[in-house]
């Protein structure tokens, strides 16, 4: 990921919104269990904010997933071993 | 999106290690009883399907067709842009910031990527790079006229920085020749770039 060259300046009213399926269940997963939870859209934004500090060339969906990571953890909905054990679910392409 | 048809499907490729990390986490919340896939496939449909610009649009040409409900915008975005219907998550805390003939608003979110989901959608790629989140505060002007937008020099610029406390939303300045024009005419011309600030129509 570099800094946007012409293509991602915004030329029109229609660009994609995820470059891949698991950006969009990254997102989705993101507000369901901020919704679930009843926590404030804040629980999640300051992580991601964190995370976007932290290497702010990272591409954004890769800062978005390690921000989903640490919340997931600190509100112990999983824990680090559990990730590393998981078999990822079978999806079907969205 | 596109369908995965990659000749080689039978023999999965690896994963790369984020996307891998995140169907793991979903993978452990769905088996904890914390989620279930579909409820995550549906937000991300609702999101894909029925919020965008178009909501957006709407709540412009209203506010350029009606002047008192312009004045209810600007005075209680929120409440005006719920009447509608186009309230809901990330969809607090609306300001509507109008340009005249003096200034001209843009708006970006220098820490993250804040942005009203409802009337505007998901934010485009370029609103979430840092080129343009660090230059929209520190050149704004030479930055517009990069992407095409030459704000004229005896017009001033104002930058808002969206947050979770205040998410902003410009109402354009109703084009000239239009004055004939319905409010559903005029919602096809209003452009998501035009209600970020970053065009003028």
Redesign the interface.
Known sequence: MT??DDD????D?G????D???Q??????A???V??LGL???AF?QR??HE??AD??RP???SW??A??SM?VDLE??TPA???A????E?A?? | MAPDDHPDHHHPTELAPIEARVAAIESVLVDKGILDTAAVDAIVTHLEDNLGPMNGAQVIAKAWTDPEYKAQLLDNATAAIDALGFGGPQGEHMVVVENTPEVHNMVVCTLCSCYPWPTLGLPPKWYKEPAYRARAVREPRKLLAELGTVVPDDVEIRVWDSSSEARYLVLPMRPDGTEDMSASELAKIITRDSMIGVQRL
């Open positions: 800094i946007p991602s300046l915004p030329r009213n660009s994609l919104v995820f891949a399926p698991w969009a269940r990254a997102f989705g997963i507000v369901a269990v919704e679930k404030p859209w804040d934004r991601l904010m976007i500090a702010p060339q954004y969906y890769d997933g390690l989903l990571e997931v909905l999983a559990a990730l590393e998981a078999t990822p679910t999806r392409p969205l």
